[in-house]
């Protein structure tokens, strides 16, 4: 591993791993080519932007030309890829951006990647990696009491998104068993932490419970989620890249597996804590029933016992210091929240998907 092409790395997960990657792998150098949707963002990565193994390359991961091009100019070995649309609310009000990005998007990837490492033997075949940062939903939805997913679980993907992730994980299984691609595959729970974009759960609910805002939950907000620090997911995608086995999937997941209401109950527990003196205590008064997304999954467990055993990768937050550090991330950055509310996009999306709920 010594040029590691990150797709995606100015959204939430992306730009975690590559402030991870840098900091682990002093002789790595990272290529971060983002297309910078309104998902991106380059205040996720002013610490790292004059670090000399750091560049990064505004484009689109559906230019086949232009990532041909990019592969060769750097000598890329190893790909990690997260570029992708990622929220599910909007696949369901435009599910089109999601075909295109994670489907075609994918597909570009992989077949530049087979141009110039397998068809013309860019680089030796031992040393090259793609990597694909997949998820849970691809695998459907749980009922009570029924166990936890293994690598082994039918696909069974509900919403747009969902069937796009799941798209692209069949496209790459398909280029390592057809074209020999050594390629590595992780589907994790979910994440949160520094930098997520607050049209997720928790940062959104974060942010409205400190501007005494309502708190939109879903439904009857006994969904449940397992939920992962986005550090413990880089940590674990770092150590398949060095240990994972090449045509193996992997499951990461938090051991966390609380409702959604019980998750916005401890946001706004911690915050009338931290906030001596806010005006909106108890900060639950602010929690407000809404339609229930269409299509919502019950219930995501991932069972991490093949990880665990095979390449020793736990998680290391409890859910609760987890939420803590995240409420104080959020608290102690109103600059990079400021910027990221003022975007157009997500005020139009605050419109999109809540006011007529
Ligand atoms: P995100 O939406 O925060 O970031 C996505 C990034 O991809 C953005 O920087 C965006 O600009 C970029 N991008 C989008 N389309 C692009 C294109 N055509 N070309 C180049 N760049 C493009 O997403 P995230 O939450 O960080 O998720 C990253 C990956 O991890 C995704 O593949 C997602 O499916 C997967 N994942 C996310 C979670 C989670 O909880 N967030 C959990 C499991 C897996
Ligand atoms: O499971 C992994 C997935 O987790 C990733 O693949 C996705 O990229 C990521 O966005 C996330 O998907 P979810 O749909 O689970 O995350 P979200 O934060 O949107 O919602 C979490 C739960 O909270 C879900 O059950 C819906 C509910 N919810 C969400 C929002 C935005 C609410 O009740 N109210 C809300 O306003």
Redesign the pocket.
């Known amino acids: 591993m010594k040029t590691v092409m990150v797709t995606g790395g100015a959204g939430f997960i992306g730009s975690n791993f590559i402030h991870y990657l840098l900091r682990v792998e002093p002789d790595v150098q990272v290529i971060n080519l983002d297309a910078l949707t309104y998902a991106g963002s380059l205040e996720n990565l002013v610490d790292v932007s004059s670090n000399p193994r750091y560049t990064f390359v505004q484009g689109d991961i559906c230019d086949a030309v232009f990532v041909d091009d990019l592969l060769r100019q750097y000598q890329v070995d190893t790909v990690v890829h997260f570029a ?1 649309e ?4 909007r696949s369901i009000l435009g599910p089109r951006q999601f075909v295109e990005t994670n489907v075609m998007g994918t597909f570009t990837l992989l077949d530049a990647v087979r141009k110039y490492w397998i068809q013309e033997k860019g680089l030796p075949l031992d040393d090259v990696r793609f990597h694909h940062v997949s ?3 691809v695998f459907g939805s749980l009922s009570a009491g029924e166990a936890a997913w293994t690598e082994e679980s039918s696909y069974a993907p509900n919403s747009p ?2 069937a796009s ?1 799941a798209s692209s994980d069949h496209l790459v299984r398909s280029y390592g068993h057809t074209f020999g691609l050594p390629y590595t595959l992780t589907n ?4 949160y932490g520094p930098f997520q974009f607050p ?4 940062p ?1 609910i974060i942010l409205n419970a400190i501007e005494g805002k309502p708190l ?4 009857d ?1 006994q ?1 449940i ?2 939920w992962l620090h986005v550090e413990d997911h880089c940590e674990a995608i770092h150590l398949v890249l060095k240990k994972g086995k090449t045509g193996s999937t992997y499951n990461i997941g938090g051991e966390n597996q609380p409702a ?1 209401l019980t998750i916005v109950e401890t946001i706004c527990d911690i915050l009338d804590e931290v906030l001596t003196d806010a005006q909106n205590k108890p900060h639950k008064n602010l929690i407000n029933f ?1 339609t229930d ?1 269409p299509g ?2 019950r219930r ?1 467990d991932m069972d991490i016992h093949k990880i665990n055993t095979e390449l020793g990768w736990k998680p290391r937050r409890t859910l609760a210091q987890g939420l803590l550090d995240t409420v104080n991330w959020y608290l102690s950055h109103p600059d990079w929240v400021a910027v990221i509310r003022q975007k157009q996009e997500y005020k139009g999306w605050m419109d999109a ?2 006011k007529s709920r």
């Not at 990622?86 to 609310?89: A, I």
């Not at 994790?188 to 994440?191: E, T």
């Not at 939109?216 to 439904?219: A, C, I, K």
């Open positions: 992708a990622s929220h599910v609310d998820t849970d939903e998104y969902a992730k994790c729970s979910n994440n049209e997720k759960l928790i959104l939109p939950v879903y439904g907000g969904q989620r397992d959604n809404v997304r919502h999954d995501y998907n809540y």
